[in-house]
């Protein structure tokens, strides 16, 4: 999902993009998704694309995601 | 006796500029050029006896009875075709027009069977209201010269009969099935004497193209064309305005009634989204409210695998609230949430994301919109500011080019679908962007300018191309964009789309459509002048269902088609409160109103109101529930009106998480799929039996009034509120009105909404407050709710769900007419007369690769799972593409769609899935497993009585 969502905002300048894509997360995720995101990305974020991975990092911090 | 209140003025009402003033039988009057006698007549209270006029159709001037003088002129010309011309002095009455009409009502009456009293139209029958009116006495010619009066009865529509030994041959049916419906199944066979109405080619109506609408049981003026539920119960004594429960056209109804007792519904003539007309479901389709199967009393089981004890309403909300208190007690405030339903009226579905929110204290709470038109909401209000359609469905009269994408109006939106076509018969034009050729490709008297039967999946890249075209050829509507929409974004936006990756024939590698039919296309749609875009849930259905949201909001952009009738981006709304549901707060990041839940000033404003404090962090959506629930943090449920278990992706998917749940509580008509897997089950009531509110396609809020009490002694809401107050979060509304009040308070859109409103004016559109207190017809004039319209890129992102060698073919899902959604309710109907079984549609070649026949078992696998069905061979679908329905649960559509998913918000990928099939002799693993299953889990009664 966080790389389908990656992919729409693919297209702008690259921090607009990140930023794009990481309010979106915000905005739509669960707490318990990001927190789960969270976990995925301190192994490493595998199978996130580079947006994703960027995007996710910025919404999916644990302290946000409590 | 009647118990319609609306007037029959005989000939439709003309809009014109220019007035005219006449005079009848002495009495001033003045109405609009081309406004015929007989309905200025009728407008000053002299009703001129009529038998073929009626004011939903065009004069005809057949029957001759509605005969008058005109001053000055010579002869009786008939009032329903002399339209009134200034300075007229017309005579209605007199002893010599009372002669004439006598004689023809004589010979009327000679040839018709005279068994008035025990005629199921009794004090219904216009003809005997004429015969009435004329002093009609005797009958000079006798009764025994040649007649119609011995001839048999077509009984073969399930709802209505037609006995043509009392037709009288008006032509108000052939004329409504034309005018009104557009189907044109009926004609006037024959001359003379032997003329006569026949259905097809002297088929039954059955067999015939009739698609059973009604219009013509409406029209017709004596008991020829009768519902079969009058002849059986007698004519109603009262009756009561409401809105359909099933389609997000929101036809507004009469429910007549013998006392409890629901006898016919009639389609509303004031009802402004239906005037007067309706499809087969709303009309007819409404046996399943006291249907056998339906559940009146509340039950409880400790297993899935218990049998159902039946309770008291005490015991069960006691039994359900302890239940979520001691799941969130165990596994904390998120573990629980709730589902509203597009199905609830407003108020329903307000009150249960309020428990949600104030007395779970979370925002676990999602709704079937999810799994339908969540995508509309993103992409319209990115690009427009909010999340709804921007026309009211009479604008379509003034559309010169509609362009339906991912849509099939005929089937799903009838009577919207009856509109379209009235204005394609007057000149409009349509493009069809749909795999399947739908009856807007090509049906009696519609043809489509285009058809574009892309491959499922392409639709972006489709848009994408329309765009390219249009800006690359210049046809972009300049001026609009200087004005309206911002435009660095859409400098950045034309940059992408001028692009040769979207050119159409760069595209047509990917969506299978040729080059120069995209381009004929957008140059229609571009040059318009008035050109909307009506679409489905072929847009929203799909991974990138958003961002073609988005890419038809650009387009309307793009050419100016936005902000005026005639014009628009239009979602069709599957469900009747699919709109409502929304508008609600029923997503668990936005609050009513669509303001999200992060926001202060909105949320401090709701929790001023309801004295609590609300979680700022969204909750789950439907399908990170079912996630949840098995990662073991998500484990109570309360379902208003919703079958999750049958309407969702990937069934077996769900049915684990359902599994792993320790409190479900349903609420519902029936033990619908869900249920199987419920705890508690809470008997809902239907829309016949409460008072509230609908929101249709167009924004139109209606009122859904209660005919009769509750079948099981508590409306939805009320066991919503008795659910909060075991919850220990207090709810004290007297009426539902009070519901909306509090809507009203805390939603802007809403602010000028009432029940007293709504009453007043029949209905009303939002935005309704200060700024516009009759509603909102037409969004957008003059500037975007949020300012400029903004552009968004769009680019062609493919789905990740491919044919390869072992799924070669495409799965493509879709509903039929007479069914609707899960078909709870129309399979409780006569309504499966004509759909007994959901089928898999496939084109020839396919069939033939595989050996499959018309009729066979096949089955059908994805990488999800396998299910069986009966094939039907199509050319309807493309080759390489199947397409079923999902309206029975046995069927297992769901168990073969895979979780695949809009990106934005979690629509699942219905209309994508790959597949392959082959022949079978037998149900699939699932189908007999789910059978046993159903044996178990839909047991009432007594433990050991049951285990006996
Ligand atoms: S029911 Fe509707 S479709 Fe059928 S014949 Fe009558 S008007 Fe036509
Ligand atoms: S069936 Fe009814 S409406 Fe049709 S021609 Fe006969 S009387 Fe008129
Ligand atoms: S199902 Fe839809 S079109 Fe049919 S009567 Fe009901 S609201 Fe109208
Ligand atoms: S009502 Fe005018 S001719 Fe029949």
Redesign the interface.
């Known amino acids: 999902?966080a790389n389908?969502?990656a992919?729409?905002f693919?297209?702008?300048p690259e921090e607009q993009a990140v930023a794009g894509a990481a309010d979106?997360i915000?905005?739509?995720?669960?707490?318990?998704?990001k927190v789960k995101m969270a976990a995925h990305l301190a192994h490493g974020g595998d199978g996130l694309n580079p947006l994703a991975l960027k995007a996710a990092t910025l919404a999916c911090k644990p302290a946000t995601g409590q | 006796m009647s118990v319609h209140t609306t007037i029959d003025r005989g000939t439709p009402e003309r809009q014109a500029a220019q007035m005219i003033t006449l005079e009848i039988d002495g009495k001033s009057v003045t109405v609009s050029a081309g406004t015929s006698l007989m309905r200025a007549a009728s407008l000053v209270g002299m009703d001129v006896p009529k038998l073929c006029a009626t004011d939903s159709l065009e004069a005809f001037g057949s029957c001759r009875l509605c005969l008058v003088e005109i001053e000055g002129r010579r002869g009786t010309p008939a009032s329903c075709t002399t339209p009134a011309e200034a300075g007229m002095k017309v005579t209605t009455q007199n002893a010599k027009l009372a002669k004439l009409r006598r004689g023809v009502m004589e010979l009327y009456i000679s040839d018709h069977p005279l068994d008035c009293l025990t005629c199921a139209a009794n004090g219904d029958c216009e003809l005997q209201d004429m015969a009435g009116v004329v002093g009609l006495r005797d009958v000079r010619y006798g009764y025994d010269g040649e007649n119609h009066i011995h001839q048999e009865k077509d009984e073969s529509n399930p709802y209505f009969t037609f006995d043509p030994s009392k037709c009288i041959v008006c032509s108000r049916c052939v004329r409504a099935c034309e005018e009104v419906q557009g189907t044109f199944a009926l004609t006037i066979d024959e001359r003379g004497f032997a003329s006569h109405v026949s259905p097809g080619m002297n088929e039954d109506f059955l067999d015939s193209e009739c698609v059973s609408c009604g219009a013509c049981v409406q029209a017709c003026p004596t008991a020829t064309l009768m519902e079969k539920s009058i002849i059986q119960h007698g004519t109603p004594e009262r009756s009561v305005i409401t809105t359909c429960a099933y389609c997000g056209v929101g036809c507004s109804f009469e429910a007549e009634l013998q006392g409890n007792t629901v006898v016919r519904m009639t389609p509303n003539k004031d009802g402004k989204a239906n005037h007067g007309h309706s499809c087969v479901k709303g009309r007819f389709a409404w046996g399943y409210a006291t249907h056998k199967e339906r559940i009146t009393k509340p039950m409880i089981r400790a297993k899935i695998t218990d049998p159902w004890r039946e309770v008291s309403w005490e015991e069960a909300i006691n039994h359900a609230a302890s239940e979520f208190k001691r799941i969130q007690k165990k596994y904390g405030r998120?573990s629980v949430g709730g589902i509203t339903s597009s199905r609830c009226t407003n108020e329903e579905t307000f009150l249960v994301q309020k428990m949600i929110r104030a007395a779970f204290g979370n925002?676990?709470v999602d709704t079937c919109a999810r799994v339908c038109h969540s995508p509309t909401g993103y992409g319209l209000k990115t690009t427009f500011g909010t999340s709804a359609g921007t026309q009211d469905f009479d604008s379509v009269d003034e559309t010169d080019v509609m362009l339906v994408i991912g849509a099939n109006p005929t089937d799903a939106h009838p009577v919207f679908a009856s509109r379209m076509k009235k204005r394609l018969r007057e000149g409009g034009k349509v493009i069809v962007i749909d795999p399947r050729k739908i009856d807007l490709v090509r049906t009696p008297h519609v043809e489509a300018s285009y058809h574009l039967p892309l491959k499922p999946g392409t639709n972006v890249a489709m848009v994408n191309a329309i765009a390219h075209t249009i800006l690359t050829e210049g046809l972009e509507n300049k001026t609009f964009i200087a004005e309206r929409v911002d435009t660095a974004d859409f400098q950045i936006w034309a940059d992408?789309i001028r692009g040769e990756q979207n050119s159409p024939e760069n595209m047509a590698k990917v969506t299978g459509v040729p080059a120069s039919e995209v381009r004929a296309a957008a140059r229609l749609y571009a040059k318009g002048p008035n050109s909307a875009i009506y679409y489905g849930l072929g847009v929203t259905e799909h991974?990138q269902g958003?961002?073609m949201v988005i890419g038809m909001a650009n387009l309307a952009m793009l050419t100016g088609n936005i902000g005026r009738r005639g014009v628009g981006v239009n979602p069709l709304r599957g469900q009747n409160n699919v709109q409502g549901a929304c508008d609600m707060g029923s997503f668990?990041?936005e609050l009513s109103g669509y303001r999200?839940v992060?926001e202060d000033g909105p949320r401090h404003l709701f929790e001023k109101d309801w004295g609590v404090t609300l979680d700022p962090?969204?909750?789950?959506?439907i399908p990170?529930m079912f996630d949840?629930a098995i990662d073991g943090?998500f484990l109570g449920l309360y379902v208003q009106g919703e079958d999750i278990a049958q309407s969702d992706p990937n069934t077996k998917h769900v049915q684990t998480a359902l599994t792993a749940m320790e409190c479900i509580v349903v609420q519902d008509l029936f033990l619908n799929e869900t249920a199987l897997y419920a705890h508690v089950f809470l008997p809902g009531s239907s829309f016949l039996e409460k008072d509230g509110t609908f929101t249709n396609a167009e924004r139109r809020i209606s009122r859904v009034r209660k005919a009769i009490p509750p079948m099981a002694g508590l409306a939805d809401w009320e066991a919503t509120m008795a659910l909060s107050n075991a919850l220990g979060y207090p709810m004290n509304y007297k009426h539902p009105s009070e519901i909306m009040d509090e809507i009203a308070r805390l939603t802007p859109t809403f602010a000028g909404v009432s029940f007293d409103r709504i009453d007043e004016l029949g209905s009303v559109q939002w935005p309704c407050n200060e700024r516009a207190p009759e509603g909102t017809p037409i969004m957008h004039i003059g500037g975007f709710v949020r300012g400029k319209g903004k552009f968004e890129?769009t680019?062609y992102?493919p789905t990740e769900e491919r044919v390869g060698p072992r799924f070669p073919l495409i799965l493509t899902t879709g509903r039929i007419l007479s069914q609707y959604n899960v078909g709870a309710q129309t399979r409780r109907t006569e309504n499966s007369t004509w759909h007994e079984e959901d089928v898999l549609e496939i084109h020839p070649h396919d069939a033939e690769d595989r050996g499959i026949r018309d009729g066979d078992r096949v089955a059908i696998m994805s990488r999800s799972g396998e299910t069986s069905l009966h094939a039907r061979i199509s050319e309807r679908m493309q080759p390489g593409v199947v397409y079923t329905t999902f309206h029975h649960p046995g069927s297992g559509a769901n168990v073969v769609t895979t979780e695949n998913?809009d990106?934005?918000?979690?629509c699942p990928e219905y209309k994508v899935t790959a597949v392959e099939v082959r022949p079978t002799n037998r149900w699939s693993q699932w189908q007999e497993e789910y059978e046993d299953f159903k044996d178990i889990a839909l047991r009432i009664g007594d433990p050991k009585v049951a285990a006996e």
């Not at chain 1, 739509?28 to 998704?33: G, V």
């Open positions: 999902m389908q969502i992919d729409f693919r297209l702008k979106h915000k905005k739509f995720w669960d707490p318990r998704m | 998120g925002n676990n992408f991974s958003s961002t668990p990041h999200h992060s962090e969204p909750g789950l959506r990170n949840a943090t890129l680019e992102v998913s990106w934005a918000t979690g």
